[in-house]
């Protein structure tokens, strides 16, 4: 049985009339029109008002529908795309091998957990089933080995978009084995990794997942400059880069990023306390070489969130040559993008319009004159 609480019959019928009447009160841009009469029984719903259906409701009715009959249970295996799990606060893990083989088209599942449910059975399931996935989300599985990130490899080939964060069973060993797979690879959340995320898999990441455009390193604290500078050479797409609390990092990994990464938009670098100024003029620099070698560059491209709390070895004329070289950084009450907590040295940096700002509350005329 699904979820929390028992169903009954009568709350699926309640459930489906409810459904029937979001459907029939109509919906013009996607084209929903039921015509009183035409559709008497559950079974005569077309397929794709079914999905719309379906669409505009959470996914533990999605799964109750699919045991209403047996024309809504075939459109439902064949025609869902998504689903998320994260509801189910218990037996996630024996829900997963119950439903996951009769999901097979599913391009998107989300296993997200606030406590750890998922057993590498279920992952070596999930691989073994949904060979369309694309984007797969198993944040907190603290249960899993290393069994499960081989059977993703081996089976789910086209992902784009993997969260595996919080795992920290999982090895470097077996992230670059995955790594030289799933070569599709755009985001990937690595945060809490300690033992996956190490310069051995960053190399592999670089070298196999040349798509890449987001990586979260955050709180991996084996991650060092080889590691990054093989990232950077290796996935030129780079556009976030969360490295915070990646102690070992220098000066070396951020210019490598700023000078290989041209659509680098954000990067964190919090307690990162080896960052020097160095790194910083490397990354005002970067936007000169970048409106160079990216044809049509304009003020708005580069850096538009920037963290570098705790870096305490950075000194203000070198953070004000950044937020003055990119435009969308922001010091400004209510834009904060240029994040400095902790670094007392730094309060008289400021953007552009908290300058102005600033100036036209000085200009402005006393009222007692």
């Known amino acids: 049985m699904v979820g929390k609480d028992n169903l009954r019959a009568e709350d699926l019928n309640l459930c489906f009339e409810r459904l029937m009447m979001v459907a029939g009160s109509g919906n013009s841009e996607k084209g929903v029109n039921l015509k009183v009469g035409v559709i008497t029984e559950w079974k005569d719903i077309p397929v794709e008002l079914l999905m719309q259906i379906l669409s505009l409701v959470d996914d533990q009715t999605v799964i109750t529908a699919s045991g209403v009959c047996r024309g809504w249970r075939d459109a439902i295996y064949f025609g869902l795309a998504r689903l998320s799990l994260s509801w189910c606060s218990k037996n996630m893990n024996n829900l997963v091998l119950s439903l996951v083989p009769k999901f097979t088209k599913l391009q998107t599942l989300i296993l997200r ?14 691989a073994e089933c949904c060979h369309e996935l694309q984007i797969l989300d198993l944040s907190k599985s603290f249960k899993l080995t290393d069994r499960s990130l081989y ?3 081996l089976g789910c080939r086209d992902l784009t978009k993997l969260n595996i964060s919080g795992c920290s069973a999982f090895s470097d060993s077996a992230l670059a084995y995955l790594a030289s ?14 033992r996956a995320a190490s310069d051995t898999a960053l190399q592999a990441i670089g070298q196999y997942c040349n798509q890449l455009q987001s990586l979260n390193l955050g709180w991996c604290d084996n991650v060092g400059d080889v590691g990054v500078t093989t990232l950077a050479y290796g996935c030129p797409d780079l556009r976030i880069v969360d490295l915070c609390g990646c102690v070992r990092i220098t000066d070396d990994s951020v210019i490598a990023l700023a000078n290989r990464c041209p659509h680098l938009r954000s990067l964190g670098l919090y307690y990162c306390k080896n960052i020097t100024d160095r790194a910083m003029y490397s990354l005002a620099h970067s936007k000169v070489n970048n409106r ?51 670094c007392l040295n730094l309060t008289s940096v400021h953007c552009a319009c908290a300058v102005h700002a600033h100036r036209a509350f000085t200009h402005f005329p006393h009222p007692a004159h």
């Open 181 to 194: 797979f799933c070569r599709k690879l755009k985001v990937l959340n690595l945060c809490g990794c300690v």
């Open 151 to 153: 059977a993703i490899a």
């Open 113 to 126: 957990q606030d406590k750890p449910q998922l057993e590498d059975k279920a992952v070596e399931t999930i």
């Open 292 to 342: 160079i070698s990216v044809k049509g560059g304009n003020d708005e491209d580069g850096l538009r969130t920037l963290n570098i709390s705790q870096c305490t070895a950075l000194t203000p004329s070198a953070v004000q040559a950044v937020c003055d070289s990119f435009p969308s950084l922001h010091t400004c009450s209510g834009r904060h993008s240029l994040i400095m907590s902790g």
